[in-house]
């Protein structure tokens, strides 16, 4: 079975900095995109930040500039800098990942997720 184990989250100050980490375990043929998604109380999830195999890099507008994500492919792991927190950037985290797993019969990856992480930002 393939997890996705986060950690890093917890409470900061508006201006400070966290990082994220999600690490992808066991049975694994191949990762393909990793990505940082976001739910706030009472919204929708969205898609914070997007790294391909590439690597290629995405962002929502919002955190442009001040969140960067980074993966370490020998450690199956993706990483979410995020400097000068904002209160709105308050929301359960969610690590995502396209994962081919080790028992599957196809090449097409399937979907994880990880538990969440809740960051609060303290204006």
């Known amino acids: 079975q393939v997890q996705l184990v986060e950690s890093g989250g917890g409470l900061v100050q508006a201006g400070g900095s966290l990082t994220l980490s999600c690490a992808a375990s066991?049975?694994?043929?191949?990762?393909?995109?990793m990505g940082w998604y976001r739910q706030a109380p009472g919204k929708q999830r969205e898609l914070v930040a997007r790294?391909?195999?590439?690597?290629?890099?995405t962002y929502v507008d919002s955190v442009k500039g001040r969140f960067t994500i980074s993966r370490d492919n020998a450690k199956n792991t993706v990483y979410l800098q995020m400097n000068s927190l904002k209160p709105e950037d308050t929301a359960v985290y969610y690590c995502n990942a396209a994962i081919v797993s080790g028992s599957s019969a196809s090449i097409i990856p399937d979907d994880y997720w990880g538990q969440g992480t809740q960051i609060t930002v303290s204006s």
């Open positions: 066991g049975s694994i043929f191949s990762i393909n995109a």
């Open positions: 790294i391909t195999s590439g690597p290629r890099r």
